[in-house]
Every structure is written in structure tokens, then in C-alpha cells.
């Protein structure tokens, strides 16, 4: 590891993304599965569409408690928008479209990832709710069952495209942006053009963990 990477992320942040990520392509996958008769397929790598349905009801009590550490944790930081500066960078769609020269200063999350995670857990809890419901049909009037069907498969139509667009800019899309969520660390030139605000905000407060003084527990006043 590098002088000078500083750190965005903790351990706790990392387990929770990942957990969240790896469970919400799993219930994508065998959802399509059990939704659709040309992907069927899925539930016969799995043993039949039985084993599928078991699968993914399970997996989507694994993405519950994901989906409720991820609300909490980045609720008050990620689940509003700061105005105007979150506006100005809409605007410009972050330069990720078109060119940019100067790409509005933004927080500790840019208004795209603000977008991603309200429609992640919004309608996240409408998938964990509406999946619970399906799960017990007995339980339930059979037209508020069939209501829960429309809305869960609502949910996926939202959350579905958002993942992968989600997937690409966290990776290829913005180079830099993946070690954030694999070692913790970044760059401070990554960190200065993606979120110049937050840098700023922590230089100021002297709270920006920087590798190879963190041992000595300073933080970086440059």
C-alpha cells in the first residue's frame, strides 16, 4: 500500500456493501428465474424452481438485515441532498456524460450515489415487505397478494437497472472508485476530484486518516 492514501471507508462500511451487493444480485437472478418462463433455467441449475424459490426467500432475509446497517449507517449522509451544490452537479451530470472542465464540489456522496441508494432503500424495504407477504399468501386477502406481486416486480424494474449502472461507475466508469469499497483506501487526487467538499470538511476537522501516519495517530493538515 502507497504513502498518502487516505482512507474513505471502514471495515464495518465495506462488510455491509458487500453484503447488500452480493445479496441483491442474488435475488435479481433467481427472481428473473421464478418471474420469467425463458429463464427458467436458473431454477434448474439449482434443482428445480422449488430449491430456486427457497434460494432467494432466504437470501432476502440475508439482504433485510443488510438493507437495515446500510439505512442506518448512511442514512444522515447519503439519504439527503445538499442544495445548491447537489443541484449544480446534476446539472452537469457529474461530467460522467460529457465533458466537464470543473465538476461541482460535492460531500461524501455525489447526488448519483444519493439517487442510487434512496431507490435502494426505498425501494429495497417495499421488495422486503411485499416478499414477506408473497412468502405467506395464506395469511393474507388474496387481492392484497396479488397487489404485493405487481409491487415487488415494481421494485425490481427500479432497483434492477440502477445495480448495474451502480456496477459500471463504480468501477470502469470512474477509475479509482473501486479500491474504496475493496481496501478502504483512495488517492487524494481521486478523492479531490470526486468529492473535493468532504475532503476539505475533514482536512479542516483533522479527522482524514492518511496511510503511513495513521500509526502515529495524526491525521493530515495539509
Not at 75 to 89: H, I, N, Q, Y
Not at 105 to 111: A, D, I, R, S, T
Not at 142 to 161: D, K, Q, S
Request: proline residues 4%.
Amino acid at each position: 500500500m502507497k504513502k498518502g492514501l487516505i482512507k474513505a471507508t471502514d471495515a464495518f462500511e465495506r462488510i455491509v456493501h458487500w453484503n447488500l451487493a452480493i445479496s441483491c444480485l442474488i435475488l435479481c437472478i433467481t427472481g428473473l428465474g421464478m418471474m420469467f418462463h425463458s429463464f427458467n433455467f436458473i431454477g434448474t441449475l439449482m434443482g428445480g424452481l422449488k430449491s430456486l424459490k427457497y434460494v432467494h426467500n432466504f437470501t432476502g432475509l440475508w439482504f433485510l438485515v443488510s438493507l437495515y446497517f446500510a439505512i442506518r449507517m448512511w442514512w444522515k449522509e447519503a439519504g439527503v441532498f445538499s442544495m445548491p451544490e447537489d443541484l449544480e452537479w446534476i446539472k452537469v451530470a457529474g461530467g460522467y456524460l460529457w465533458h466537464v472542465d470543473k465538476v461541482p464540489e460535492v460531500g461524501k456522496y455525489n447526488p448519483g450515489q444519493k439517487m442510487f441508494f434512496l431507490a435502494v432503500a426505498i425501494f429495497g424495504s417495499l421488495m422486503v415487505v411485499t416478499g414477506l407477504i408473497m412468502w405467506f399468501p395464506l395469511l393474507f386477502p388474496p387481492g392484497l397478494v396479488r397487489l404485493m406481486y405487481m409491487l415487488h416486480a415494481l421494485g425490481f424494474a427500479v432497483i434492477f437497472p440502477f445495480f448495474f449502472v451502480h456496477l459500471y461507475l463504480g468501477t470502469i466508469g470512474s477509475p479509482g472508485s473501486l479500491s474504496a469499497m475493496t481496501t478502504g483506501w483512495v488517492t487524494r487526487a481521486w478523492l479531490k476530484k470526486q468529492h473535493g467538499k468532504w475532503l476539505k470538511e475533514m482536512e479542516e476537522k483533522g479527522e482524514l486518516v492518511v496511510f503511513g501516519e495513521e500509526e502515529k495517530g495524526s491525521t493530515s493538515h495539509h
